[in-house]
């Protein structure tokens, strides 16, 4: 198994940031048929596959700002307001994803794209580990 972790720069704010040019740069270098699992190693974070920029980013983060709104209801309640929310968001869109590779290319549908989502405001510089499983 191939495996790399690329650097994500969030800043301070809630993201949804594109990660596939990464994931499919590294998919080519491994080359060949397989699966491509892109896990993040953190507690606040997780990955989507979703149409980006067309405003489905937006409406994602919209959605999981309704689902867990950044106010003081938290029990986890170290950090900015609302941090406890960034550690149930796993739950709901998972840390992880796995995309099958096909001659070196990712198998994503036409406006599907890999993307690293971030409510923590608190921790700006973040990490994704690239696993290619040959098959």
Not at 55 to 63: H, I, K, N, V
Not at 73 to 80: E, I, L
Not at 92 to 100: G, K, Q, R, S
Request: charge should be negative; include cysteine.
């Amino acid at each position: 198994m191939q495996s790399s972790l690329i650097e994500v720069r969030t800043g301070k704010k809630e993201v949804v940031h594109d990660i596939t040019p990464q994931c499919a740069a590294f998919a080519r270098d491994a080359g060949g048929d397989g699966l491509l699992h892109v896990f993040v190693p953190h507690a606040t974070a997780g990955i989507a596959i979703i149409e980006l920029g067309a405003g489905s980013d937006d409406d994602l983060l919209t959605a999981l700002g309704d689902l867990l709104p950044a106010d003081d209801r938290w029990q986890h309640a170290h950090g900015t307001r609302g941090h406890g929310r960034s550690h149930v968001m796993p739950a709901l869109l998972a840390p992880y994803a796995t995309v099958p590779v096909l001659g070196g290319e990712l198998a994503l549908g036409t406006w599907q794209s890999i993307a690293f989502v971030d409510l923590n405001v608190d921790n700006p510089d973040r990490q994704v580990r690239l696993s290619f499983l040959e098959g």
